[in-house]
């Protein structure tokens, strides 16, 4: 295999959180062969959020650019999901966030780090439909627009069900009989769902009808239609979260064998048979 030149690649995250102190990381990004290739990761405090430096190997600098900001905007997407944070990662190399200030700050220890790169990680070799509803569950956190807001939120719902409802006659017919067979699969009856919805038999032909609306424009953009939107959902964010959360670890297995190297390559020094490779 050709060796490629490495690059170190600066990302900002905008967010209401910090670290307590500089943490060093080396991430296993996968598998050439037999033979693992990781990232060396510092992540620091910033005004905004957290400044990461990755190291990425890539024959140019805007493909080292562009893998980097996939590589940990796939990590941020686990992350969001653990803590119930805006995670916002500037997708080009002249802006750097949105310049927010926070008051309280969420501090992310290393192990949690260490754990949602390894979630992606095993996510996106496994199950790369669940990493993209947690894409969409994250977008919502940062989005501003109430509209944009319910639309990821009930995205990363759909997602998930449309790809692993139960199959059945029934859920054949179309997302809401699979959202509905995803919540008992996970949830038991209706009347077992999650209190905000427990028992709600309409919550999700509702909030489909909603979404129908706003992806087709039937939505006015109106004070009443807003504020209609604005009204549900801290309900919708809230169930995505339980959902998501609740699918990924009762439903999805994860293999343990990619987790016990990691753990190796976080509390070992680099050999030397062990270089950096893509």
């Known amino acids: 295999m050709t060796d490629l030149p490495t690059w170190e690649v600066r990302l900002l995250v905008e967010g209401s959180i910090k670290v307590d102190s500089t943490i060093n990381l080396e991430v296993l990004k996968g598998f050439q062969g037999d033979r693992p290739f990781y990232s060396k990761i510092i992540l620091k405090n910033a005004a905004s959020g957290i400044e990461a430096f990755l190291t990425a190997f890539a024959s140019t600098s805007d493909l080292a650019h562009k893998a980097a900001l996939i590589f940990f905007g796939q990590m941020l997407d686990a992350l969001a999901l653990e803590i119930k944070q805006p995670l916002f990662l500037s997708f080009s190399e002249l802006e750097v966030g949105r310049r927010a200030t926070y008051a309280v700050r969420r501090v992310v220890e290393k192990r949690e780090w260490k754990t949602s790169f390894y979630t992606a990680n095993q996510l996106s070799e496994q199950e790369p439909t669940f990493l993209r509803a947690l894409g969409w569950y994250r977008k919502g956190l940062y989005s501003e627009d109430p509209f944009d807001r319910f639309l990821a939120f009930w995205n990363s719902i759909e997602v998930t069900a449309t790809k692993y409802h139960p199959k059945t006659e029934k859920t054949s017919s ?105």
């Not at 999805?252 to 893509?278: A, F, G």
Request: glycine letters at 4%.
């Open 174 to 278: 179309g997302s809401i009989n699979q959202i509905w067979a995803c919540f008992e699969s996970l949830w038991g009856n209706c009347n077992s769902w999650p209190d905000l919805i427990r028992g709600e038999t309409d919550w999700i032909d509702k909030n489909y009808k909603t979404r129908k609306d706003i992806a087709h424009g039937i939505t006015r953009v109106n004070i009443h239609d807003v504020e209609s939107v604005i009204e549900r959902l801290k309900i919708i964010e809230e169930i995505s979260q339980t959902f998501l959360s609740g699918w990924l670890y009762k439903k999805i297995q994860l293999s343990d064998h990619l987790e016990s190297l990691v753990d190796y390559i976080l509390e070992n020094p680099l050999s030397s048979d062990l270089k950096p490779s893509t």
